[in-house]
């Protein structure tokens, strides 16, 4: 009886143990995700891109492509008596490569202060890299984290008022503390609302400001796929993949040429997010994407049935520190 009885005590034991176990397992398959923002520091991000398109327009082929690296930094400052807690956002240099059709390559970098576009039909261009390397302003959040407000586009409003009036119409909703706002809304919404675990993906739609009153809409698809090492950090994983576009078009626009019918499909995607959860910021995005389809614009009256093949690659990089 008594070795009965220490059998039952043993074997008692042992299920606690195994639910303790089962339970640690599971409390590390999910984490929290949120992003931190510690006074005083600063965060530097390399930001590059790589755009291909082909278009058929009205019988033709014309190719098209786009490099560009952007650098920017964040400095958080100090919550403010109402808890408002705001974020200095710079562009500190920018650099774009264009391919045009017929092998014409133009460039802008400004780090180069003689740099300028003088190619015929393009100049504007030189004006449009110069501004987007002169971006700063301020995100304010509330004591949540939440956006409260965008601060400081005054500036930027002065700088497009100089400008040529349809150079002026073409980019200014770009820079309006709406799109700021958002865009920043967007890159806190990334993480997950609830505890990240694998295998249960969430979605979120992310809309890009394209050109007078053009947009592009991103349904993208994420889910943590546990953890990854990179140096001496050990970091959480995200897999992301766009499941649809829209290009969306602002019926107000008086662009000369409008769409005003887009079919288009995701051919192929693939993307990876590390996260430092102690650190609470983004470490590393990259993004390959191939989208296709039908696009029908409108002119004089008269629509014109086109077709697209754009490959897009991004990639996000938190930069070294300054020592």
């Known amino acids: 009886m008594k070795v009965c009885r220490a059998c039952k005590v043993a074997m008692a034991f ?3 143990a195994y639910l303790a176990l089962v339970w640690s397992q599971a409390a590390q398959a999910q984490v929290k995700l949120e992003y931190k923002f510690p006074e005083g520091t600063k965060l530097t991000y390399r930001k590059t891109s790589k755009r291909h398109q082909s278009l058929t327009f009205m019988g033709m082929e014309i190719e098209s492509g786009e490099d560009r690296s952007l650098v920017e930094s964040l400095t958080i400052g100090k919550r403010r008596g109402d808890r408002a807690l705001p974020i200095a956002r710079k562009v500190e240099s920018l650099r774009v490569e ?63 008022e100089k400008l040529d009036p349809k150079t002026q119409d073409m980019i200014r909703t770009e820079y309006e ?103 609470g910021h983004l470490v590393s995005s990259t993004e390959k994407v191939r989208i296709k389809g039908n696009i029908t614009y409108s002119a004089n009256g008269m629509d014109i049935p086109s077709t697209v093949d754009l490959n897009i690659e991004t990639n996000v990089e938190l930069q070294p520190a300054a020592k």
Request: charged share 30%; no cysteine; aromatic share 8%.
């Open 14 to 16: 042992l299920g606690v």
């Open 98 to 160: 264009i391919s045009l059709p017929g092998g014409n390559i133009l460039t802008y970098d400004t780090t180069n202060p003689n740099s300028k576009i003088d190619a015929k039909g393009f100049t504007f261009l030189g004006d449009v890299y110069k501004l987007a390397g002169e971006v700063a302003y301020t995100v304010v959040l509330d004591d949540h984290n939440k956006v409260k407000a965008v601060e400081g586009t005054e500036k930027l409003r002065e700088k497009i």
């Open 177 to 279: 503390a709406d799109t700021f706002k958002r865009s920043f809304d967007q890159t806190l919404q990334i993480l997950p609302d609830v505890l990240a675990r694998p295998g249960e993906p969430w979605e979120r739609t992310q809309i890009i400001e394209a050109d007078r009153g053009q947009t592009l809409s991103f349904r993208r698809k994420y889910e943590y796929v546990g953890t990854e090492k990179k140096g001496d950090k050990t970091l959480d994983k995200i897999s992301s993949k766009v499941l649809e576009v829209k290009n969306n078009m602002d019926s107000n626009s008086n662009l000369p040429l409008k769409v005003v019918k887009s079919e288009l499909k995701v051919e192929s995607s693939e993307g990876k997010i590390l996260f430092d959860r102690n650190e």
